[in-house]
């Protein structure tokens, strides 16, 4: 919870506002209204939320190009599944690449200790698994694997790439 005698209340509600500026100036010259849900390349992109992947500069896409769906770690969750399975069958995708990075927060994350202190902190133990993974080539490795066996996305060309965030360079994992 913020208090605004530390005046993270304020710097919120700021940036709030910045940000419903910043719309109001991208929607006087917005001209992708004619884009439709369908990607024009047919690609799906499972990847990290972390905030210095910039997935569509990185992979050479421009608005349209591709469905982009993020989450913490770029984890194959039932969600992200869902997902994927939305854009291959009722949007036409037919490729899938999972992107992961290095210097990813859940990489050697204590799962359980960071359990035990938001527990104590909230006083709830919440049944929420944060995909903490030990290894970034056999994380992406996993991802794609779970896809490509789930029944719905069989027939889905899955790929992994790992983004450096210390070059900007993609690279398939060992």
């Not at 208090?3 to 100036?25: H, K, L, W």
């Not at 499972?46 to 984890?75: F, K, Q, S, T, Y």
């Not at 994380?139 to 066996?149: G, K, L, N």
Request: with cysteine.
């Amino acid at each position: 919870m913020t208090s605004e005698s530390d005046g993270t209340a304020i710097a919120d509600e700021e940036e709030y506002d910045r940000i419903v500026a910043a719309n109001a100036r991208y929607a006087k010259g917005f001209a992708l209204a004619g884009l439709t849900a369908p990607p024009r390349r047919r690609l799906a992109v499972l990847a990290c939320m972390d905030a210095r992947l910039n997935v569509e500069e990185a992979l050479g896409l421009a608005p349209g190009d591709a469905h982009i769906i993020r989450n913490a770690g770029a984890l194959a969750t039932d969600d992200a599944i869902r997902s994927l399975v939305v854009s291959q069958q009722t949007l036409g995708t037919r490729q899938v690449l999972v992107v992961a990075h290095t210097g990813c927060g859940l990489l050697g994350l204590d799962e359980p200790a960071v359990r035990r202190n938001l527990a104590d902190r909230t006083r709830h133990d919440a049944a929420l698994a944060l995909g903490a993974f030990a290894d970034l080539e056999t994380h992406v490795h996993a991802q794609v694997e779970r896809i490509r066996e789930h029944a719905w996305t069989r027939d889905t060309l899955v790929r992994g790439l790992v983004y450096e965030v210390e070059t900007g360079r993609l690279r398939e994992p060992a």
